[in-house]
């Protein structure tokens, strides 16, 4: 939410705009491979857990919208979010070759509602036949070391000038449009970065802009292309490795309002 020195002065900081990434099997999967090599070290700390995330994985059998399990504390995932999956689908693609592939594989996210210390209880049924989730604290990830972002919306106009237009030219709106280009520092082993770049440019990413804390403000979910995901550095070594990434809307934005409690919509629902 906006200060109240922001709301005198009009000025918003960008570093408070946020393009993020929803997590798909990929992104989860890359996740929870990073949890278990980081949990035990004494610097894993909070600091990095926006970047390398807590995402723990537990096998067991679904029944509607129970998933049972065991050694979970109770109330420990209450409000968190469950990415069900197949363990026996991923086990073959965990080779170099075919680890993209995962991305392809269908997975079920759901909200955790409840947890006892042998049972996850989630909004909604599970898709049948889920043997393995992996628990993570949001599904949506801020693209990590993002330095900058546009989102851009358009509509084509259409001349329809004729013998009585006059002096003017005269246009009605046609189709609309909208893209985001971003660029950053690449770390690839972190899993928004690996969700991306191990897509194909013709495979779908979800994104989600939050443009300002400003209540009232609009958060943008789209649906998109990845057209192009560019990993770059300058071959003497005088700079870092950065990436730059363009987005082209597969589907119509979503669009919704930061409600006065400052909530920012999940898209879930």
């Given amino acids: 939410m906006a200060t109240a020195?922001?709301?005198?002065?009009?000025k918003v900081q960008g570093k408070i705009r946020r393009l993020q990434l929803k997590v798909d099997l990929l992104g989860a999967y890359i996740a929870n491979k990073n949890f278990t090599d980081l949990s035990g070290l004494t610097n894993y700390t909070a600091d990095l857990k926006p970047y390398y995330p807590t995402a723990p994985k537990h096998s067991g059998t679904v029944a509607t919208n129970v998933f049972t399990t065991t050694g979970l504390t109770a109330d420990a995932y209450t409000g968190k979010?469950?990415?069900?999956?197949?363990?026996?689908?991923?086990?073959?693609?965990?080779?170099?070759?075919?680890?993209?592939?995962?991305?392809?594989?269908?997975?079920?996210?759901?909200?955790?509602?409840?947890?006892?210390?042998?049972?996850?209880?989630?909004?909604?049924?599970?898709?049948?036949?889920?043997?393995?989730?992996?628990?993570?604290?949001?599904?949506?990830?801020?693209?990590?070391?993002?330095?900058?972002?546009?989102?851009?919306?358009a509509v084509s106009m259409i001349d329809v000038n004729n013998q009585m237009?006059?002096?003017?030219?005269?246009?009605?709106?046609?189709?609309?449009?909208a893209n985001i280009t971003a660029s950053g520092i690449f770390f690839p082993d972190q899993h928004t970065m690996a969700q991306l770049n191990l897509s194909d440019t013709s495979d779908i990413a979800e994104l989600r802009v939050i443009a300002t804390p400003y209540k009232y403000d609009k958060v943008i979910k789209m649906t998109c292309f990845i057209g192009k995901f560019s990993p770059t550095a300058?071959?003497?070594?005088?700079?870092?490795?950065?990436?730059?990434?363009?987005?082209a809307n597969a589907t119509s934005p979503t669009m919704?309002?930061?409600?006065?409690?400052?909530?920012?919509?999940?898209?879930?629902?």
Avoid at 5 to 10: C, Y
Avoid at 165 to 177: A, E, F, M, R
Avoid at 256 to 269: R, S
């Fill in 165 to 177: 237009s006059g002096d003017y030219t005269v246009s009605i709106p046609g189709l609309k449009d």
């Fill in 256 to 269: 919704k309002v930061i409600m006065v409690d400052n909530t920012i919509p999940d898209f879930l629902g």
């Fill in 5 to 10: 020195q922001q709301r005198q002065t009009g």
């Fill in 81 to 153: 979010y469950a990415i069900f999956f197949k363990q026996a689908e991923v086990t073959p693609l965990e080779t170099a070759d075919a680890l993209p592939k995962i991305q392809n594989l269908v997975c079920d996210i759901r909200k955790i509602t409840a947890n006892t210390i042998t049972a996850i209880t989630v909004t909604g049924n599970i898709a049948a036949g889920m043997t393995d989730v992996i628990i993570m604290d949001d599904i949506w990830w801020d693209i990590a070391q993002l330095q900058d972002f546009t989102f851009d919306q």
């Fill in 234 to 247: 300058p071959v003497d070594g005088s700079d870092v490795q950065k990436w730059s990434a363009d987005f």
